[in-house]
């Protein structure tokens, strides 16, 4: 089962779509947010967590890798860390972060947290999420990746979440192909 495959045409993927974010709110996300935690990443080309990171790094975003087995190995080419755990990762970033924000907020080290993990992962995900100094603005739940308790706890904390879509498809869909990229 791959999480993510190019859209080569009509599926079922736009009857899946179905999210309170609206596009445009996803598109200036996924414009403007630059970097990225993958949760189970794999270090293996094969795999959609590998081919979806270097995707988004070749787009200019800035990827760290979290998984705990991957973690001793060096990253690959655009893969700028692979690391254990998610606050590691919140660390990898915020060592070469200004940690305000234009109109002098805090500014998230992880910007959004896409996840490449069984469903069932997804509570002890979004306590790991919302322990997190400052949170994400998005958690990304790939393809078949979806839990309304985990998701409703990260939605009320002001975290906006897509369930059960492909970021790379997203990508492609609002922002790839309407730059012309």
Do not use: W
């Not at 993927?13 to 179905?18: D, N």
């Not at 270090?43 to 959609?48: D, E, H, I, K, L």
């Not at 490449?116 to 997190?132: C, D, H, K, S, Y």
């Not at 492909?166 to 012309?180: D, P, W």
């Amino acid at each position: 089962n791959s999480f993510c495959t190019l859209l080569t045409g009509a599926t079922d993927y736009e009857a899946k779509m179905a999210t309170p974010l609206s596009d445009a709110a996803l598109t200036a996300l996924l414009r403007h947010s630059r970097r990225i935690a993958v949760l189970g990443y794999s270090a293996t080309p094969s795999r959609a967590s590998n081919s979806v990171s270097a995707y988004m790094a070749s787009n200019g975003h800035r990827v760290v890798g979290v998984n705990p087995a991957a973690a001793s190995a060096a990253p690959p080419a655009g893969i700028a860390a692979v690391v254990p755990t998610l606050a590691a990762a919140y660390e990898t970033f915020a060592i070469t972060l200004d940690a305000k924000s234009a109109d002098g907020g805090a500014q998230p080290a992880i910007e959004i947290v896409d996840v490449f993990r069984n469903p069932e992962a997804l509570p002890g995900i979004a306590a790991e999420v919302l322990e997190l100094p400052v949170k994400p603005r998005l958690v990304f739940l790939q393809e078949g990746v979806t839990h309304a308790a985990a998701e409703a706890s990260l939605r009320a904390a002001g975290i906006d979440v897509v369930s059960d879509r492909c970021i790379l498809k997203e990508h492609q869909r609002l922002v790839a192909l309407a730059s012309g990229l």
